[in-house]
């Protein structure tokens, strides 16, 4: 079944130590979000691609960053975490232009010790 | 710009009676709407979304929900509830002239299904 696998599915770091959180898509979706949620709150946009342009939003602190290598995969690199980075992330795809839904992966829970 | 107001943070409905799920909108352009439910530790996951055409629009899981104009809501139905149906409901809206593909998402609503 096309899907949205994120890897690892429970991520435990400690504080100011790089983390990588990957995600892959079967989908062959042009666009690919990263969101991250907090205790049962609305996901927030981290930022987004549409093909290979990235876009950040503008409250997204630097500390956050991504890449993706191709259209089938994407990372989420937080390069000093601190406690309060300590969420769910989720990974999300669409296909720009069109009315589709997205789909989401499982997520990453991310514990910052 | 567009938004969402999800007014209840928790409903509560006894198991086999009906449920509804309040959503309201605004959007400068064509309102595409679309309800998700997340599970404990999982990702969100589609239910259903209106683009155009038939007001009730029919998901998975037995959902359905009513795009009203006028009123600018999109709430979310079942007609009997089952504890299973017990997760976190997300309303979103994306304009849908000018292409935009970022959603804004309500706060969520915690549904909670008493046997």
């Known amino acids: 079944d096309a899907m949205v696998i994120q890897n690892p599915r429970y991520q435990v770091t400690q504080f100011g130590k790089p983390v990588t959180l990957s995600c892959s898509q079967t989908?062959?979706?042009?666009?690919m979000y990263w969101y991250q949620q907090k205790s049962s709150q609305a996901p927030k946009l981290l930022f987004h691609?549409?093909?290979?342009?990235?876009?950040n939003e503008a409250d997204t602190p630097d500390n956050f960053q991504s890449r993706r290598p191709n259209t089938s995969f994407c990372f989420l690199d937080i390069r000093s975490p601190g406690l309060g980075d300590a969420a769910m992330y989720l990974c999300a795809t669409t296909q720009g232009g069109t009315h589709y839904e997205q789909y989401f992966g499982p997520g990453t829970r991310l514990t910052v010790t | 710009a567009q938004s969402v107001a999800q007014p209840e943070d928790q409903v509560n409905v006894a198991e086999g009676n009906p449920l509804t799920v309040k959503c309201t909108y605004s959007?400068?352009?064509?309102?595409?709407l679309f309800w998700y439910v997340q599970y404990p530790n999982r990702g969100l996951q589609f239910l259903l979304k209106y683009i155009t055409g038939d007001n009730l629009v029919k998901g998975s899981y037995g959902f359905e929900a009513e795009f009203n104009k006028s009123q600018t809501s999109f709430h979310l139905k079942k007609p009997s509830a089952l504890v299973s149906d017990s997760a976190l409901y997300f309303c979103a809206v994306r304009d849908g002239e000018g292409g935009s593909y970022i959603p804004t998402f309500g706060r969520g609503t915690s549904l909670i299904v008493h046997p």
């Open positions: 959007v400068s352009g064509n309102p595409y």
């Open positions: 989908l062959n979706h042009n666009v």
């Open positions: 691609y549409y093909d290979k342009d990235f876009n």
